[in-house]
T-cell receptor, first 117, second 119 residues
Framework: GAVVSQHPSWVICKSGTSVKIECRSL??????MFWYRQFPKQSLMLMAT?????????EQGVEKDKFLINHASLTLSTLTVTSAHPEDSSFYIC?????????????FGPGTRLTVL | AQSVTQLDSHVSVSEGTPVLLRCNYS??????LFWYVQHPNKGLQLLLK??????LVKGINGFEAEFKKSETSFHLTKPSAHMSDAAEYFC?????????????????FGSGTRLQVQP
């Protein structure tokens, strides 16, 4: 299947700093990318949907000014957590779909664990 | 609106015995249904999917699931558990609103079922 990578796999930062997480589709063009967050022992919650070249669509309750999403190319989407606080500590997972590989399926990255001190 | 209920947060079976992970869904439109598995420190992997074709869906690693519209269920089964099956399993639904390609629709995840396999 198609491969999606995320970088970094884990990050620790101080409260008040910003953190950028990258999501890349390695062998297909991702016209649509999704960002999820997963708290410990909980399910994945969709944060936002982004289509290449368009502004992201955020789910209700997700602050667009805090979680900045950029999908500037068909292989890369970034999530920037601005002014991070301890409550933002979570597991962030992206998925991608597009092209022949992703018409009927989303392919998930391995996730990024963010810890805010 | 769509939702998924996974009826068991934790299931424990012995190696070689059958596995049953239960899932009920709710969707205002014709749903697509998926089962994903999440191993520690690994990305989510698709086990199988139902997208309005055959109601009995066969997936990877010997798993299968049956779509039962009358019961709004999509339970995951496997005849014989293996130690490597121990993981977190998610039942997922997306609806067919607007005729969008399945891959582009938002997914709603269930709360997950942790499968433990005893030797």
């Amino acid at each position: 299947g198609a491969v999606v990578s995320q970088h970094p796999s884990w990050v620790i930062c101080k409260s008040g700093t910003s953190v950028k997480i990258e999501c890349r589709s390695l062998d297909f063009q991702a016209t649509t990318m999704f960002w999820y967050r997963q708290f410990p022992k909980q399910s994945l919650m969709l944060m936002a949907t982004s289509n290449e070249g368009s502004k992201a669509t955020y789910e209700q309750g997700v602050e667009k000014d805090k979680f900045l999403i950029n999908h500037a190319s068909l292989t890369l989407s970034t999530l920037t957590v601005t002014s991070a606080h301890p409550e933002d500590s979570s597991f962030y997972i992206c998925s991608a779909s597009g092209g022949l590989a992703g018409v009927n399926e989303q392919f998930f990255g391995p996730g990024t664990r963010l810890t805010v001190l | 609106a769509q939702s998924v209920t996974q009826l068991d947060s934790h299931v424990s079976v012995s190696e070689g015995t059958p596995v049953l992970l239960r899932c009920n869904y709710s969707s205002s439109y014709s749903p697509s249904l998926f089962w994903y598995v999440q191993h520690p420190n690994k990305g989510l992997q698709l086990l199988l999917k139902y997208t309005s074709a055959a109601t009995l869906v066969k997936g990877i690693n010997g798993f299968e699931a049956e779509f039962k519209k009358s019961e709004t269920s999509f339970h995951l089964t496997k005849p014989s558990a293996h130690m490597s099956d121990a993981a977190e399993y998610f039942c997922v639904v997306s609806d067919n609103r607007g005729g969008m390609d399945t891959g582009r629709r938002a997914l709603t995840f269930g709360s997950g079922t942790r499968l433990q396999v005893q030797p």
